[in-house]
């Protein structure tokens, strides 16, 4: 399904005055080659079904770019743990709901230059745990990232400046647990990555927090980031257990005001420049 920037082809109601949700949507399945390709084409109106989206994807990876999805009543994209992309770039998405719904696994497959219109409180919602064999970026996307489960990190991946992470009261995540593990998160005073409640009135204790593990690499350097709200089920906003170092980053609004930050075991924390001091337990 190819169509070009001046002849698009476009996936619609026929009703004669539609409106969002008039039809369901476009499913790939597992069938579906990996050399397939979505390209400037427009889905409009769909998303009758709540628990499908305008475009979806089970168990195959297409290349998608340069589509549009708009006036969509549900989720705009969703993919099942096994799919994602095999390249996804400069698409625009609008929808009610979460515009994507895609495995922690596959957020590196997100690519560049994507236009997102996210509805209040919503944006791009990532589940299940991730082990990279091999180095990855998650790139920064035009809408927020949001994490309702506990969510297991490991493996080389770094993050892009200006990235926001927001979860609800058991969403969290650990680094490092299972495999060797390199958490960049290299924020700038002016674009920092900022981890953060999901709650419209958030207060402190919102969701839990960040654990690093003991196969966290030294190498790990969390740089301008910003932890809101956190502390919930007696967590901590950073709990370490590995050396690494920390600079220029914010605790705000830890539900544990006394000791938001500590460390366990023999790990050595270096860095300047924090809001909190590190408290060993």
């Known amino acids: 399904m190819v169509g070009t920037a001046t002849s698009p082809i476009t996936f619609t109601s026929n009703a004669s ?3 969002a949700g008039a039809w369901d949507g476009i499913i790939f399945y597992a069938k579906t080659l990996s050399t397939s390709n979505m390209s400037y084409c427009i889905v409009d109106y769909a998303g009758a079904t709540s628990t499908e989206g305008a475009v979806n994807f089970k168990g195959c990876s297409i290349n998608y770019t340069y589509n549009i ?5 549900s989720y705009g994209i969703m993919l099942d743990g096994t799919a994602g992309f095999k390249s996804f770039s400069s698409n625009t998405i609008s929808a009610v709901d979460h515009l994507i719904s895609i495995s922690t696994l596959h957020i590196p497959d997100l690519g560049i230059n994507n236009l997102m219109t996210a509805a209040t409180g919503k944006g791009i919602k990532i589940f299940g745990d991730a082990n990279y064999a091999t180095a990855v970026i998650w790139n920064k996307q ?3 990232f949001y994490i309702m489960e506990s969510i297991s990190l490991d493996g080389p991946i770094t993050l892009q400046a200006g ?3 927001k979860f609800d009261g058991v969403g969290y995540f650990d680094i490092g647990y299972y495999a060797n593990t390199t958490f960049i998160a290299p924020g700038t005073a002016q674009s920092p990555i900022t981890f953060t409640s999901s709650s419209a009135s958030p207060i402190a204790g919102s ?3 960040l654990t690093f593990y003991g196969k966290t690499l ?3 350097a969390p740089t301008y980031c910003n932890i809101n709200y956190s502390g919930s089920n007696s967590a901590y906003a950073i709990e370490v257990y590995a ?4 600079n220029n980053c914010n605790v705000n609004n830890c ?3 006394t000791h938001p930050s500590v460390y366990r075991g023999t790990a050595v924390l270096t860095g300047t420049g924090n809001n909190f001091t590190w408290f060993k337990i």
Do not use: K, Q, Y
């Open 17 to 19: 005055s539609p409106t």
């Open 69 to 73: 999805i708009r006036n969509c009543d």
């Open 142 to 144: 035009p809408a927020d």
């Open 163 to 165: 990235t926001n992470f």
């Open 207 to 209: 969701w839990e927090g």
């Open 218 to 220: 030294s190498n790990t």
């Open 243 to 246: 050396s690494m170092s920390v």
């Open 255 to 257: 539900l544990n005001a």
